[in-house]
């Protein structure tokens, strides 16, 4: 057999695998605690399942266009107005089978032998595996725990070259909880003036989920840009929707016939019911997002101030998402060590921080999307882990 030598270079979501390792762990009579895979344990809002459901009654089980039915195209460019105040036209929406296909149609467009691309590092592991896959080289943006995990717009922008075609941003950022402040994003779209050649891809799948009154500032809020902006988003986080494949994203008109092309050859189109479900999310009542994201607020202060109280662990706070990314190089462990004896002698599901890039070695991600009562037995395992560990 031969198969194509860029299959190799295709990373992997190691959030998958400890999904399943934690589930054969349980199958043979481990108590196991998933803190590991980055999904609401909430089910998705009952009039949106309704609306699936109602959508496959009235017969919605054929192909759409390849951009989403027109009805779901114009609920999210009102939501776009609604949550980012910008006007923008359904025809530059883009209906996609979940949040990922849009970064990874954008790494396909610019991303060819020769190119750099620049993505956030640690980050969304995806981002990595697909430049590496496209052929591009991969310009790591290092995502400091001293900087609260944001970055330095001069830094940035001291990492572009002639060959940048691309740059990826994610606030807030998976899987730090991080948030790039508004000012900083400011002084980077001010300094991309300077720089015509390079896209941005923003990477806004957690945007409704901030915390202590912080607003989410989408790259839209610089029409400096928007020519050359790419935003993703979706349902999967949001509404809890992580298994009905539903996303959109925004491009620029002239790059519109190009992302068309790729979901015809890739996968004609999204789910129909899905489709009509999605619309329900976007126009009808938001309370369900609000007593989730309270629930995750009372997650994230627990964790937090659990992971503080540990022998050997710090954690900063996070301001955005469901994740927490705690620092345990006093352990002596490094993050896979910690991730595997977490997971195969205490029972307790979390990734590794080197699964989000070669910056995130002495940390582990935890996803607090599970209950007060989980969270806290999962501290009491590490804690005794912890305490073993320094004598
Ligand atoms: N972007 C980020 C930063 C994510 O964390 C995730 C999922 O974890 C995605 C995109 C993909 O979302 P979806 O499940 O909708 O494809």
Known sequence: ????????????????????????????GMDVINLGIGQPDFPTPNNIVQAGIQALKDGHHGYTASNGIPALREAVAADIYKYRNVEVSPGNIMIMPGGKVTMSFAIEMFGEKGAEILYPNPGFPIYESMIRYSGATPVPIALLEENGFS????????????????????????????????????????GLKNFPHVYILSDEIYSRMTYDGLEHCSLLSF????????VLDGWSKTYAMTGWRLGWGLWPEHLIPYVNRL???????????????????LTG????????????????????????????????????????????????????????????????????????????????????????????????????????LLG
């Open 285 to 388: 009542d938001q309370s369900p997002v609000d007593e989730m994201m309270a629930a995750f607020n009372e997650r994230r202060l627990l964790i937090h101030d659990r992971l503080n109280q540990m022998a050997g662990v710090s954690c900063i706070m996070p301001k955005g998402a469901f994740y927490a990314f705690a620092n345990i190089k006093e352990t002596g462990l490094t993050s896979k060590k910690m991730q595997d004896q977490l997971l195969e002698n205490e029972g307790v599901a979390t990734i590794a921080g080197t699964s989000f890039g070669a910056d995130g070695e002495g940390y582990i991600r935890f996803s607090y999307a599970n209950s007060l009562d989980n969270i806290n037995r999962a501290m009491d395992r590490m804690d005794a882990l912890t305490r073993k």
């Open 1 to 28: 057999m031969v198969i194509s030598a860029k299959m190799s270079k295709l990373g992997t979501e190691t959030a998958f695998d400890v999904l399943a390792r934690a589930a054969a762990l349980s199958e043979g």
């Open 151 to 190: 970055f330095d717009a001069d830094h940035v922008l001291s990492l572009i070259t002639e060959k940048t075609r691309l740059i990826i941003l994610n606030t807030p950022a998976n899987p730090t909880g991080g948030v790039v402040e508004q000012a900083e994003l400011a002084k980077l779209a001010n």
């Open 223 to 230: 029409p400096e840009i928007c020519d050359r902006l790419i």
């Open 263 to 281: 979901c015809v050859n890739y996968h004609s189109c999204v789910n129909a019911a899905a489709q009509y479900a999605g619309i329900a999310a």
